[in-house]
């Protein structure tokens, strides 16, 4: 009984860690050429995914799969609630999927003329921070977006103006 009520407590501390780096990311202003050099490069991913979408005092909870091609974009396939396809290798979702890609393919320069950047790393756990610049078009819809990982990126969360607060984590092979 100990031995399980000692493995919750650690689990707790880890959970309570992982999201306090997250949102003190901000505290840490970099270079989108430091963010590069410290990014693992990352790959084509089939993962599965659980996103909670918060909306005032309103919780949405779904989950399904998610593929990321690097020369794409991203794909999230829901299986719960409901099943629907969002693709963000679209014109219609251009703005994410820039997102995605500049990450991905450590291109910084839509991030570096859009938003102020955010780097920290810790325990091998990196997370990259994304304020929308004053005058970019993402300052109309976002507040905040969070990305962390290890080899894989493991969570997002998308903080927006008007529609809440998204996070979506990933289950990959490698993480």
Known sequence: MKFKIWILTLIVILCANICFAMENVFSHPETSKNIAKNMPSLKDAVCTFTQEK??????????????FIKSKGAIFETEYPIKSTVSYTSAQNKQMNEVIMAISNKNYSYLDKNFDLYYMKKNNIWTVGLKPKENSPASTQINTIIVNGQVDIKQIKISTIKNGTTDISFKCGTN
């Open 54 to 67: 918060t909306i005032g005092t309103t919780s949405l909870k779904s989950g399904g799969n998610f593929k």
